[in-house]
């Protein structure tokens, strides 16, 4: 059609300018565009009535939509259930059918808007007003043919988009220019929403009308065109699994056919790998549920993926069976041994000639390898040897023996871990680690459900896989270092782990049966027990692991860490001796610290310089027969060697300061998570209110102790000669330096009181004491513990002689040697003996004070200090 002769058209619709009255005819989701023929199924009562009331062709109505379709039949619709516009058409045939429909051709006309609406019997008629169109007197221009351009091509993708468009119809909106013919064509062919269509019918301005026109069309070609992207991804995947499916069928159709079984060969060897590890009858009923539902699952499908998983996860753990390996060179924790510590059990019972001498020669080589493997721990090394001769008079190995839950605590870089080691070497187990370090989440210990996507045991049913044994020794590193938040507490889920009469029955979320931890030797390290929960510590027996004095850090020096490090540094094979006055000297200046890791970098950096001194001389790595071989290099490291490879001491003792007299300074002990520590006192007096002023970043334990310390002093003011004449009108200032370290505890209260005596008696301490002791308000003293650390800070500061409680008299006795002859120990009952010790008689009243004096003082043996 030409755009002339439709342009003559429709200035004789727009002509019409009276509103006309026509039957209803009410369309349900159709809107019908002038210019197009329609064909309609009519069903329902209203349209029914239409046309009936007709009754001939030829017969124009007013189609309108209904705003919703009508739940139940309408005979006569009301005005607010009918959309304003519609178009005028023309029924250009029609036939009722038997059961009471019809159906009916009709031909759009022209757009109208609803004016009124009568009833008028079964038929209703409505008064229309035709929409106003502007006159077309001329050829469109350049703007508006790019539009129409624009409308065509979006119409040519959404009919290749949506394939319900007829050839006929893109042929007669490709030939056509006509803004109004092309806009209801497209319209009526277009599969949108009644108020969309409404909208496009609504529009008079031509231009306003193709634009709008152009946004559906290029809104619905992007909807169809993502909706053709899913579907081919949805069918690409799905002809993939059908593929793989058919394949899958076939091989195992041809497996069968060959005798290969390999039909089932998956489920019956997953299933064989299960009941072979024998793990009791709940977990084959368990996985043998599992094991039917994935048979009945596609290969590919995501719950096949989980259960086959779970089902791995169940054949690899170790449930039943022999809990000792093959020991080899070649240790399960990926390190190698030296051939001089390659002596084991296995070894053992080659050697042992009969049954009788059996539980002896493994009882010694044990012990011969914790010996070789580390110096001093007495009690950690007794307890492992306590633990083999139970096994071996409970039957050994072949007799299922619980495994104590040991928990070594100490300072940092004493050997803790590294012992763990060692007592599975002794023990010929399987060793495995785990650091609980900052570690939040339950599900670390006992998994994720395996509902959950990538779920996974947790870390003690991962261990014991990678163990693949049942009783291997599983070290819990830095169990003090646990932390809880809102995903659980750690801590409280190793509580079944640790605790024997429940570790039998361990279950983990993701496995969902219970697992067997009682044959487990486990071992926990700690620095501190201060942040361990009390029911998670009461599971576990505690062996201290304390600091290392001057003697044993030399010696653990010249057996491990400098062998250890000159190999580690390529000199290895050469002749470089360290003598020990250098070593010792290298542990005062150069490291402050209770266990051996800084002295161990110390000798890792004189063992460095030495490589580099040894290149710059021309030595060169081989054992071919040359001057200038490494195995030539000859060195004695001197201590007047030391600056030259260390560069100037880190740590510098002020004895002057430490051995200098000065009032109201005393020196007390501390003990802390890396060792002991001196803790000075420093104590002045001025006019006041009697007020007590405590600072340095102390704790509420540590102020309660000076507290008490000036109120028993106040109580026994009359046994001593005190240059304030009135306490109460006389304000004290204590201050412990170092205000950033946070300080608490008791065991300073003796020290408080030393130094408030001094100040109130204007007399200073006797230089180069150190005291430590609780102090109660009758002036009693109280044991403390870490005494070990205490005293090796003591020896370390240069102290000469150290004050302790009378109760612990005991622990002194069980330090060595060497530390009890490095400073003079006095026990004392009660501050009074310290103070004897302390200041000379001066200090005393005339007066006898109450109480009398003390008898108590001891010193300890002269063989020993």
Not at 96 to 116: I, M, N, T
Request: net charge positive; with cysteine.
């Amino acid at each position: 059609m030409k755009y002339e002769g439709v342009s003559k058209l429709l200035s004789a619709i727009t002509g019409r300018q009276k509103s006309e009255e026509f039957p209803l005819l009410p369309l349900r989701e159709l809107v019908i565009f002038p210019q197009t023929i329609v064909p309609l199924y009519i069903s329902y009562k209203a349209g029914i009535n239409a046309i009936e009331a007709a009754g001939k062709n030829n017969t124009r109505f007013f189609a309108v939509p209904f705003k919703v379709s009508p739940p139940a039949p309408v005979e006569t619709p009301d005005l607010p259930v009918l959309y304003g516009l519609g178009a005028v058409v023309r029924m250009v045939q029609h036939l009722k059918l038997p059961d009471g429909s019809c159906r009916a051709v009709f031909h759009g006309e022209y757009r109208g808007r609803l004016l009124s609406l009568t009833r008028n019997g079964p038929c209703a008629r409505v008064t229309v007003a035709p929409l106003e169109l502007p006159e077309e007197t001329k050829a469109p221009g350049p703007q508006r043919l790019a539009l129409i351009r624009s409308v065509q091509k979006a119409f040519i993708r959404y009919a290749e988009y949506s394939r319900r468009v007829g050839t006929e119809t893109l042929s007669m909106t490709d030939k056509t220019d006509d803004p109004e013919y092309l806009c209801n064509i497209i319209a009526n062919a277009l599969a949108v929403k009644t108020d969309k269509k409404v909208m496009l019918l609504d529009h008079t301005d031509t231009d306003r009308r193709l634009e709008f026109m152009l946004e559906t069309l290029e809104l619905e070609n992007e909807i169809l065109g993502i909706q053709k992207n899913i579907s081919v991804k949805v069918r690409n995947r799905m002809e993939k699994n059908h593929r793989e499916f058919i394949l899958q069928e076939q091989l195992r159709e041809i497996n069968k056919e060959l005798g290969n079984g390999r039909g089932q060969d998956e489920f019956a060897e997953l299933e064989k790998a299960i009941r072979d590890r024998d793990p009791g009858e709940e977990v084959l009923l368990k996985t043998g549920k599992e094991l039917a539902r994935l048979r009945k699952l596609q290969p590919l499908s995501p719950e096949a993926g989980v259960l086959r998983g779970y089902l791995e996860w169940i054949a690899d753990l170790p449930w039943k069976g022999a809990g000792d390996f093959a020991s080899s060179p070649e240790m399960p924790d990926g390190g190698r041994e030296e051939p001089a510590k390659a002596a084991s059990l296995a070894a053992a019972l080659a050697a042992a000639k009969d049954e009788g001498s059996r539980g002896a020669e493994i009882l010694a080589a044990a012990e011969r390898i914790l010996e070789a493997d580390h110096y001093g721990m007495e009690k950690a090394k007794e307890r492992i040897l306590e633990f083999i001769a139970v096994r071996e008079l409970s039957g050994g190995e072949s007799r299922p023996l619980k495994g104590p839950i040991l928990c070594f605590v100490g300072p940092p870089g004493t050997g803790k871990t590294s012992l763990g080691k060692s007592v599975a070497r002794a023990l010929n187990r399987r060793f495995v680690r785990i650091s609980l370090g900052g570690l939040r989440d339950e599900a670390e210990i006992r998994g994720h459900r395996k509902t959950y996507v990538g779920a996974l045991p947790g870390k003690i049913i991962q261990s014991m896989r990678r163990a693949e044994t049942v009783n291997p020794v599983f070290l819990l590193d830095e169990i003090d270092k646990l932390s809880s938040d809102f995903r659980g507490d750690p801590a409280s889920a190793l509580l079944e782990v640790l605790d024997p009469e429940q570790n039998n029955t361990f279950t983990d979320h993701y496995l969902e049966v219970p697992y067997d931890l009682s044959r487990v030797l486990f071992i926990a390290t700690a620095n501190s027990l201060h942040t361990v929960p009390f029911p998670l510590l009461d599971r576990m027996e505690l062996i201290e692991i304390p600091g290392y004095g001057e003697r044993e850090k030399l010696a653990i020096a010249k057996r491990f860490l400098i062998p250890k490090q000159l190999d580690e540094n390529g000199l290895g094979n050469a002749a470089i001796r360290f003598e020990d006055d250098a070593i010792l000297r290298i542990i005062r200046h150069w490291t402050m610290e209770s266990g051996v890791r800084g002295l161990e970098r110390e000798i890792a950096r004189c063992a460095r310089k030495l490589a580099r001194r040894a290149v710059e001389n021309g030595y060169i790595a081989g054992e071919i027969p040359a001057p200038k071989t490494i195995n030539n290099y000859k060195k004695t490291v001197k201590p007047g060697d030391l600056e030259k490879l260390l560069g100037r001491r880190k740590y510098k003792q002020d004895l002057a300061l430490i051995k200098e007299e000065r009032v109201g300074v005393a020196y007390g002990l501390a003990w802390t998570e890396t060792g002991g520590a001196i803790l000075p006192v420093e104590t002045k007096s001025y006019e006041g209110n009697g007020e007590l002023i405590i600072t340095g970043n102390l704790g509420d334990v540590m102020k309660e102790s000076a507290r008490t310390a000036l109120s028993y002093l106040r109580s026994e003011q009359r046994g001593f000669r005190f240059l304030v004449k009135d306490i109460g009108k006389t304000d004290f200032h204590i201050h412990i330096p170092e205000g950033a370290i946070p300080k608490d505890g008791p065991s300073a209260g003796i020290t408080l009181a030393a130094s408030l005596l001094s100040t109130l008696c204007g007399k200073a301490p006797r230089a180069g004491i150190v005291m430590t002791g609780e102090l109660t308000l009758t002036g009693r003293i109280l044991p403390v513990g870490g005494l070990k650390e205490k005293i090796l800070a003591a020896v370390r500061s240069g102290m000469d002689r150290v004050l302790l409680p009378a109760e612990n008299r005991e622990d002194w006795a069980e330090l060595d040697k060497d530390i009890r002859s490095s400073i003079e120990a006095d026990f004392i009952d009660s501050a009074r003996d310290a103070f004897k010790l302390l200041f000379n008689e001066t200090i005393y009243s005339p007066i006898k004070a109450r109480g009398g004096n003390s008898k108590t003082l001891k010193r300890a043996p002269k063989k020993d200090s």
